[in-house]
């Protein structure tokens, strides 16, 4: 059983900062990507940032030069900070997960989601 616990939403003000957490429990498995993503009310879910196991970043065009994704792999957990926050920033920020199962079955798994609101 995989499960996805996360933490560090909020209300900031612009140009404020927040620092979200997600760490993920469960045992047979190895966890390839971790990342975080939003959807803003009305609109679609969209890439923040994601990171491989090795390090590698993407971030979505939006949080470039103001969000950092970081990961503890021993601890199996991703962490995003977030920096200038700006109004459109504000959205439920979701947690997810890509790996494989010890037994060969991919994954991908969501949390539950953080709200984070960025006032003007």
């Known amino acids: 059983q995989v499960q996805l616990a996360e933490s560090g939403g909020g209300l900031v003000q612009a140009g404020g900062s927040l620092r979200l957490s997600c760490a993920v429990s469960?045992?047979?498995?190895?966890?390839?990507?971790m990342g975080w993503y939003r959807q803003a009310q009305g609109k679609q879910r969209e890439l923040v940032a994601i990171i491989t196991s090795g390090g590698t970043t993407k971030y979505g065009d939006s949080v470039k030069g103001r969000f950092a994704i970081s990961r503890d792999n021993a601890q199996n957990t991703v962490y995003l900070q977030m920096n200038s926050l700006k109004p459109e920033d504000t959205a439920v920020y979701y947690c997810?997960?890509?790996?494989?199962?010890?037994?060969?079955?991919?994954?991908?798994?969501w949390g539950q989601g953080t709200q984070v609101t960025v006032s003007s």
């Open positions: 997810n997960t890509l790996g494989r199962r010890w037994l060969g079955q991919p994954f991908d798994y």
């Open positions: 469960g045992s047979g498995f190895n966890i390839n990507v």
